[in-house]
DNA sequence: TTTTAGCACTCTGTTGTTTCGAGTGCTAAA
DNA sequence: TTTAGCACTCGAAACAACAGAGTGCTAAAA
């Protein structure tokens, strides 16, 4: 059966009502909405096809028609007229987003809020990654006798630090030689160069000192790692609560939210600027039910990290989708601005 | 009315049978719980006295009792038999708690987390504040030309940093600049004493380089504040969840929850070790279906912070207040050996 | 005076029945 | 190919019936 033109205004009337109202639709609803006047017979025997074509499908036998994936992608790639952001709409969002001191960490969650706000769905968005970020500076700072915090500064701007226990008391000494040691092996070196296995190497190498040593090394390869791995914001979360279509499912849901690797992974994942899984094409089984729309943003040309939101399926992609694009591309801007190379 | 033996024995078994089953109990399921023999209708007579009393209620004319917020209470205060942790809980307990890396806030991860399992509702703690602690070291990190890393050192040995961009190219002059200026105003000074008035008249002193460092001082005085304000960490939020009795409210909890400054509130609050709000005894609506339990943790003999949990009111009072105690007097020691001061 | 047995009563939750309405698929005529 | 008409299906809501748990009260027993 091929796709009549018929169909696919049908079709984008189902989906765009389907989103619009949450009900099931049926065909005497339809009539207002197109552009033709045909009877509700008709649009019944079109539905009939499209559904078997699997665009649509029906909860029940005598339920009106809800979209399917397949339905909601083919709406998508084929069908839908994008909504780009009003002049209005842009400027609000680029006052709240640049509304921060310029720390990337404020300037994501600025913009998760205002997504979130905007969508009612649930943000999340990942911190401009430093694959291959390099060290800038790493040091120890004695807080107790025995104790120290252990800093680590990349060269993407990201600073990281930890407490760490020595079994034998600091000694300026112990600061200076960490310093240096730092300074010859590490600084500009990349972070993964930090790994256990080449500290092991060094430690050993260090002779008389190592054992004062070797704990801070240690923990100077969880900061690398902890650096490596991009952090993930979560925002607006309740408002999941508001979609009653995600049923029993918001607990799985949220769970799966709250542990961020899955979430990194996600975000991290698709290679155009914007990436939309609707339903049972995401992965991720607890995501069935909801769609992700994920934008990703460049720092100085290069891919650096993404904004998504997620939510039910029937989100309104028309409107989302440029949304999305137009605040990924202000981060990317301002994050561009302010982290010079 | 006055409260005999029999009526105590009759509320404490209501009480226990209750937070065991969460079901009201009758006056016939009781039988087996008590150490004497009555008759079911004797125990209805003192029942109904309890209700009178206040101690006890009913959901509904024909349903069994439930305890009050003042049954419980009483319960608590008087008649409860504490049950202390057994030595194997106590060892796993310590296990996982000290497995950190030495880290305040890991070790209160730890500690939230293994709460939050064993109680099965969620978890809260503060790191232990520094109301006392006093700059240790200011400065600024160059990022970019004109981006800089501010980062704070306290004596509390926190360490905060933010990311801050300045209308000035930034020079290694700059950086000394800035590190003296703290060095002789703001290092062994208290916190508080970075406030933005008192920068206001620092800045102006500083005259043909106010300019170029005002915007490093308003980020520093955020972190100093920043540093003041306890961070609020959450675990087991999901176990919520599991708590029906919780209803509709569980939206609002968890959205109390995430917002920190009124749970730092709470915890920042009691004067006792340990302190119990019931149900309604709580300030917050919020909190008007749910029990908590705070437990102060002193780090060298000082009050410095706090670990709580937050269920619904049919917490096992008898297992969790010792449990609590056990858990924040193992993190204060922990806390004090690796703090020094 | 206190305890107990007995009984009527109340309230909830469940189950089954009915009804209503929305929507469909099919057929036959336009 | 489209449309009108109609029988049919299914879910949601409303309602009645009922079982079960538990109570309060009364009157007898201890």
């Known amino acids: 059966m091929e796709m009549t033109q018929r169909k696919q205004k049908i079709l984008a009337a189902v989906v765009e009502s ?10 005497k609803n339809l009539l207002g909405e197109l552009d033709f006047s045909v009877s509700s017979a008709t649009i019944r025997n079109e539905m009939a096809d499209l559904a078997e074509m699997g665009y649509l499908e029906q909860p029940h036998t005598s339920a009106g028609r809800v979209p399917t994936t397949l339905g909601y992608r083919y709406y998508i ?16 969002i680029a006052k709240t987003v640049s509304s921060g001191s310029g ?41 107790g006798t025995r104790t120290a915090m252990i800093v680590l500064l990349t060269s993407a701007g990201t600073l990281k630090s930890k407490a760490c226990r020595s079994d ?55 900061l690398a790692a902890d650096a490596l791995s991009s952090d993930v914001l979560l925002e607006g979360q309740s408002n999941l609560f508001n979609h009653r279509e995600l049923g029993g499912n918001i607990i799985e849901l949220m769970e799966f939210l709250r542990k961020g ?64 694009q137009f605040v990924s591309g202000l981060v990317g801007d301002i994050l561009s601005e302010s982290i010079e190379d």
Chains 1, 2 share one sequence.
């Open 168 to 222: 034998m008391p600091i000694t300026p000494q112990t600061v200076e030689r960490f310093y240096s040691v730092c300074a010859a092996h590490f600084v500009g070196k990349p972070l993964e160069d930090i790994s256990t296995v080449m500290l092991q190497t060094l430690v050993a190498s260090l002779g008389e000192h190592a054992l004062e040593m070797s704990s801070f090394f240690v923990t100077l390869a969880d």
């Open 18 to 27: 389907y989103i619009r109202t949450g009900e099931p639709v049926g065909s």
């Open 77 to 92: 790639d084929k069908l839908m007229n994008k909504l780009e952001p009003t002049e209005e709409d842009r400027k609000a």
């Open 261 to 324: 690797e899955p979430i990194s992974k996600l975000l991290s994942k698709g290679k155009d600027d914007i990436d939309i899984k609707i339903g049972t094409e995401n992965e991720y089984k607890q995501l069935a039910n909801s769609s992700v729309i994920i934008s990703h943003y460049d720092v100085n040309g290069a891919r650096s990290g993404a904004l998504g939101i997620i939510g039910p399926t029937r989100l309104n992609y028309a409107k989302l989708i440029p949304y999305m």
């Open 103 to 143: 720390d990337p960490e404020q300037l994501l969650e600025k913009a998760g809020e205002v997504i979130a706000r905007l969508t009612g769905c649930a943000a999340v968005s990942t911190m401009p990654l430093g694959e291959k970020a390099t060290v800038r500076r790493a040091e120890i700072v004695p807080v």
